[in-house]
């Protein structure tokens, strides 16, 4: 049997807001504390890519939120491309 996955419209349906709103609560202190979005959707059991869509569609009272979001993005970036660089320099220095 085939898992069909679900679109994030199913998804916060089936939820519901009050789960939703926990998760972005949740999001906020996990952020705050360092934790990646990754880590965050992990944990809560949704993709990186739904949480992404919620907290980019927050409004203007969420501001800081979503730059702490937005920088967290930005670190989580920086990252793989700094682990990239590295395993290719690596890997080059091998091939010699």
Excluded: Y
């Excluded at 990754?38 to 730059?67: C, F, Y």
């Excluded at 930005?74 to 080059?92: D, G, H, P």
Aim: aromatic share 4%.
């Amino acid at each position: 049997m085939e898992l069909i996955p679900l679109e994030d419209e199913d998804l916060e349906f089936l939820m519901g807001p009050d789960r939703k709103q926990f998760i972005l609560d949740d999001t906020r202190k996990s952020i705050l504390n360092n934790h990646t979005l990754e880590e965050i959707a992990v944990k809560h059991g949704i993709s990186k890519q739904t949480l992404n869509k919620w907290l980019m569609s927050l409004g203007e009272e969420h501001q800081e939120l979503r730059q702490l979001c937005i920088d967290n993005i930005l670190v989580e970036a920086t990252e793989e491309t700094n682990n990239v660089v590295k395993n290719f320099s690596l890997a080059r220095s091998n091939s010699k």
